[in-house]
């Protein structure tokens, strides 16, 4: 959004999905950034305001023989380290 439209100089509230996945990929965080500092006005909302992110480590060990061990050896050759 380069410009709010005519007469319309300051908002009440910000609404955005901004987060992407993971919150890193395709996240739009600076661009709503800017936003509000240009157009939110003072004792604004921005929604949603806050992010967590929960993780938790796993094997699978299918996933990593399929996606990884094969490059050990791939059509004969042994890349082994």
């Known amino acids: ?7 319309i100089e ?3 509230i910000i609404v955005s999905e901004w987060m992407g ?4 990929y395709e996240a739009r965080l600076e661009d ?8 939110l006005k003072p004792g604004g ?4 305001d806050r992010a967590k ?7 699978d060990q299918a996933y990593t023989k399929h996606h990884f ?7 004969g ?3 082994s380290a």
């Open 32 to 39: 709503v950034l800017v936003a509000r500092d240009r157009w």
């Open 53 to 59: 992110i929960h993780l938790a480590l796993l094997e």
């Open 77 to 79: 050759f042994d890349f």
């Open 1 to 7: 959004l380069e410009s709010l439209p005519d007469n």
């Open 21 to 24: 996945y993971f919150l890193m």
């Open 45 to 48: 909302f921005m929604f949603p």
């Open 69 to 75: 061990d094969y490059y050990n050896k791939v059509w």
């Open 10 to 12: 300051q908002v009440d």
